[in-house]
């Protein structure tokens, strides 16, 4: 059964203390692992995609990496407003059918 | 470009009546995606439409859920009857369809469903 373990399951920083998010996974299969941020009472804001070992993206304070059986979210000097939860999700398909399957999260406090 | 909408925000409904909750996706995506979370849980997956078909319904946990999405636009997910353990913040979400490579799902704000 695919599973997605996401940890720590909550993370408190000073502004400006980087650290790291991780995502772990066992998915037969993999086509895709995707970050999203989520604000309370939100729906989940589209991150990032990685879809294969190696790949990284970046976006302002954040970087996302792939292997063959983790991702990481790295948060570089982060800031109050990147409080938040961070999911992460894999991608499953058959056919043209398609579903995530998701973690629990992380839910990161940065304090200023 | 507007995002995905859902409509009501919130709905408080009694045991053993119907509600229906709707989702509009984004303008052009073929996609849509139904998901929810339960309290204390992660986001679990619904089904899953390609214009006006059902790819997987999988998910959809008894026969008291039914999904539609007539003409390929909008989506509808009604609850017939309620139970208490229907409670939770049902999530719409859609991607477009172009191409081998799957792309991203973008979420809407989601509807928070309360069974008393």
């Known amino acids: 059964e695919d599973q997605v373990t996401q940890s720590p399951e909550a993370l408190r920083l000073q502004e400006g203390e980087s650290s790291s998010l991780n995502c772990s996974y066992t998915?037969?299969?993999?086509?895709?692992l995707f970050w999203y941020r989520q604000d309370p009472g939100k729906g989940p804001e589209f991150l990032f995609t990685?879809?294969?070992a190696g790949e990284e993206k970046e976006k302002e304070r954040l970087k996302a990496t792939l292997t063959k059986k983790e991702s990481f979210l790295h948060i570089t000097a982060p800031k109050p407003e990147d409080s938040a939860t961070y999911l992460c999700?894999?991608?499953?398909?058959?056919?043209?059918?398609?579903?995530?399957?998701f973690g629990s999260g992380t839910q990161l406090t940065v304090l200023p | 470009e507007a995002g995905v909408t859902q409509f009501p925000s919130h709905s408080v409904i009694e045991k053993g009546q119907t509600v229906t909750l709707r989702c509009d996706p984004i303008?052009?995506?073929?996609?849509l995606y139904w998901y929810r979370r339960v309290m204390g849980k992660e986001i679990k997956f619904l089904l899953h439409?390609?214009?006006?078909?059902?790819?997987?319904e999988s998910g959809m946990p008894n026969n008291r859920f039914l999904a539609e999405r007539t003409g390929g636009t909008y989506s509808t997910l009604k609850v017939q009857p309620a139970e208490l353990e229907d409670s939770g913040v049902y999530f719409c979400?859609?991607?477009?369809?172009?191409?081998?490579?799957?792309?991203?799902?973008?979420f809407g704000p989601g509807t928070r469903l309360t069974v008393t």
């Open positions: 979400a859609s991607s477009h369809n172009r191409g081998l490579v799957p792309y991203e799902q973008y």
């Open positions: 439409f390609v214009k006006e078909s059902k790819q997987d």
């Open positions: 998915v037969s299969g993999l086509r895709g």
């Open positions: 303008s052009g995506h073929d996609n």
């Open positions: 990685l879809y294969s």
């Open positions: 999700a894999v991608l499953k398909t058959s056919g043209s059918a398609r579903q995530l399957t």
